[in-house]
Every structure is written in structure tokens, then in C-alpha cells.
């Protein structure tokens, strides 16, 4: 009998947690994906990542490159080879892309713009992110991942994602190269790298 009841009791929990599950999630809109070629300038509009008052609206992006280098070749483009300690031991690669931004229209100056740490690689099944040492070796006239542009002016820069093959093979990498994700909400704006 009492086993009956404890069996009763498991059923009804797992029956009630079902129907909550389903309940909460029965409603969650997801995001449209849209994919962009390589050299595409594409908009940012007023897509967003967590917030929807980000301000990246008038923004655009473009891939105008992207290689999968070791760390030592990127550390020997950039003769940084005295950074090699800073980057994390378990990083075996670098994805470099070079990209382009630009500001058509936003009229926030110095108060919203472009988070670079909100930016990420995405294949099919991994992510990469932006490695914090190798961006300021890449760039090292950029005081920091997040800026704004005058409107009407563009820059270039390179951000260089961390791949440890601990994580992700270079070999899977190459048989399924990722995208970088611009936008999150409503639309996932993913740009080709080749």
C-alpha cells in the first residue's frame, strides 16, 4: 500500500512539473535567424541582445575576412610574442575575423553603440568568444570591447575569438565554419565568414 501511494505521489509530481514546463514555455517567441554573406553590409536596425534599448540602430557590420591561425602565428603577426603567458592555457587557436563598423544614423554618441563582448562565433554546435588579450594586441588603439561611432564614420577592426581544442576540434571547426552572431533579438543576425 504504501509503495502504491509513493508511486502515486512520484506520477502526480511529474505530471504537475510537465504541465508547468509546458505552460511557461508554450508562449516563448524565437528569435527569426537570418544569415548574411561575407561583405554584406548588413543593419543593425533595432535588433538587439539582452536589452531592447541597446542603440545599436543605425549601425551596420560587414565581414571582410576571417582566418583560423595558431596562437603562435598570431602572436608572431603581431611580434607579441612576449604575450603568449596572458592568454589562456587551454586556447590553441585564434579565429581572427576583420570586420567593419559603421554609423549611418545613431545619434547616441559617447552613450550607446557596439558591446564586442556580447559578440560571438556560432556553429552548429559550439560557440566561441572573444579572446580579451589577443583583441588588445589586435587592436591596440582601442581602449576597451565597447565604442560609438560619428555618424558617418566607419572603423575597422580585428576581433579574434579563442578555440580550445579541448572544447572544439580545428577540424570540426573547418568542416562546419561558424558565423558571427551581430544580434540576438528578434532577429539572430548571423554573418558568413566565407
Known sequence: MKKIVIISLSVA?????????????????????????KGENVPVEKDFFVYSDEGMDGYNVKVLEA??????????????????ENIGIFTDYIYMVRVSFGNQYNSFVNEKGIDLQVYYLKGTDYVLS????????????????????RQGTDMELVLPFSVMSSQTSRDHILEDPPKL???????QKLLELY
Open 67 to 84: 582566418e583560423l591561425v595558431s596562437v603562435d602565428t598570431f602572436l608572431q603577426s603581431y611580434n607579441a610574442g612576449g604575450q603568449a
Open 181 to 187: 552572431q551581430i544580434s540576438l533579438y528578434p532577429h
Open 130 to 149: 572573444l579572446e580579451d588579450t589577443c583583441y588588445r594586441i589586435a587592436n591596440p588603439d582601442m581602449p576597451g570591447t565597447s565604442f560609438s561611432l
Open 13 to 37: 509530481l511529474i505530471l504537475a512539473w510537465s504541465i508547468r514546463f509546458y505552460l511557461v514555455n508554450r508562449d516563448i517567441d524565437l528569435p527569426a535567424v537570418r544569415v548574411f554573406q
